[in-house]
T-cell receptor, first 115, second 111 residues
Framework: EAQVTQNPRYLITVTGKKLTVTCSQN?????MSWYRQDPGLGLRQIYYSMNVEVTDKGDVPEGYKVSRKEKRNFPLILESPSPNQTSLYFC??????????????FGPGTRLTVT | LAKTTQPISMDSYEGQEVNITCSHNNIATNDYITWYQQFPSQGPRFIIQGYKTKVTNEVASLFIPADRKSSTLSLPRVSLSDTAVYYC????????????FGQGTELSVKP
């Protein structure tokens, strides 16, 4: 089954304790992206990756890091989480072909609470 | 990057056709228009995508006028299960992969 998986699904942590949210896709997609969703603010892009070893900042990258060492994985790293990073996080992936733009497949989400 | 504007909310009744319009005045030549549906605490799900004119699939139609400065998602005969938030996304990889979602339209379908 084609899917994007995220782990953990729920996480409660404390300020300053480094954490990683994993994202994996089994569709051999080139493009992967991380979004956060907050009430009243919709979906905002954090980081994206056009392919292996190629990452770039989205709209709200401050406080986050990513890496793309393998095509299927795109972990989101919070080196020193703060309460304003409490949010619902989604990973997504899609196929690319030149400049053609295809549908994104989203993961189930990770609800993060930073106290 | 094209900014999108949608109504914040809409109400409808079961069996009616619902049209949600998205405004994107500064859409770029290579941008596509994509609509997603999202239920509470779930990831968005692709509905339909288009570049120009009309696109139809088994769940919706997408109307794009010639100037492409707006688009309309049409949901025929909605049911209670269509209650969700609908997002319009305008973009393409010619801009390097950065994508900006609009605020979304919360559709409420009543019996």
């Amino acid at each position: 089954e084609a899917q994007v998986t995220q782990n953990p699904r729920y996480l409660i942590t404390v300020t300053g304790k480094k954490l990683t949210v994993t994202c994996s896709q089994n569709m051999n997609h080139e493009y992967m992206s991380w979004y956060r969703q907050d009430p009243g603010l919709g979906l905002r892009q954090i980081y994206y990756s056009m392919n292996v070893e190629v990452t770039d900042k989205g709209d709200v990258p401050e406080g986050y890091k990513v890496s793309r060492k393998e095509k299927r994985n795109f972990p989101l790293i919070l080196e020193s989480p703060s309460p304003n990073q409490t949010s619902l996080y989604f990973c997504a992936s899609s196929h690319t072909a030149g400049t053609n733009f295809y549908e994104q497949y989203f993961g189930p989400g990770t609800r993060l609470t930073v106290t | 990057l094209a900014k999108t504007t949608q109504p914040i909310s809409m109400d409808s009744y079961e069996g009616q056709e619902v049209n949600i319009t998205c405004s994107h005045n500064n859409i770029a030549t290579n941008d596509y228009i994509t609509w997603y549906q999202q239920f509470p605490s779930q990831g968005p799900r692709f509905i339909i995508q288009g570049y120009k004119t009309k696109v139809t699939n088994e769940v919706a139609s997408l109307f794009i006028p010639a100037d492409r400065k707006s688009s309309t998602l049409s949901l025929p005969r909605v049911s209670l299960s269509d209650t969700a938030v609908y997002y319009c996304l305008v973009g393409g990889y010619n801009q390097g992969g950065k994508l900006i979602f609009g605020q979304g339209t919360e559709l409420s379908v009543k019996p």
